[in-house]
């Protein structure tokens, strides 16, 4: 019913307005976490130390989640930003998929750190630099601010906002 306060959580890259919703008055939108994405490959697919343009990074094979992930929109908006655009050899809902896909040399993933970790550690995937590329995922509460929140969501704001301001596990 529309008397039930409701709570919108979305992700956009911190560098952005919030979809333009930090302007308007109605809204009260706060930035809570944010994520790295990291690109990599497999041991031998590049050279170790090997440094990328954009545009030879575009040029490789990309394996990259699909259109409307916040990852491949994170993406796309970064290569947009410097006039190239991605175009995947594969693409796939299934990070874990990429993963492995990366890890069998078919070419080069898009991913947060934090489901890359292991594979990094345990050298099975290496970390490939792309000039002038730095993506983030940011995590964004956004309320409109005439509605009304009960005590509970409250405590859930201000827990979010307390517990998110660094970077946070995917």
């Known amino acids: 019913s529309s008397h039930l306060p409701r709570m919108t959580f979305c992700w956009l890259p911190p560098e952005s307005e919030v979809m333009g919703l930090d302007g308007l008055p109605a809204f009260i939108c706060s930035a809570f976490a944010a994520c790295r994405l990291k690109i990599v490959c497999a041991p031998g697919y590049l050279p170790a130390g090997t440094r990328l343009s954009v545009k030879e990074f575009c040029a490789e094979r990309l394996l990259l989640r699909e259109r409307g992930s916040a990852i491949r929109d994170v993406l796309d908006g970064a290569l947009l930003a410097v006039g190239y655009e991605a175009r995947p050899l594969w693409t796939s809902v299934n ?21 890359l970790e292991a594979a990094l550690s345990e050298k099975r995937l290496t970390e490939i630099e792309v000039e002038g590329l730095s993506l983030r995922n940011g995590f ?20 979010i906002e307390e517990c998110g301001k660094a970077e946070i596990s995917y």
């Open 95 to 115: 990070s874990l998929a990429l993963i492995e896909a990366a890890k069998a040399g078919l070419g080069v993933a898009i991913l947060p750190g934090e489901l």
């Open 140 to 159: 964004f509460s956004v309320r409109h601010r005439d509605k009304y929140l009960t005590e509970p969501l409250r405590e859930l704001l201000s827990l």
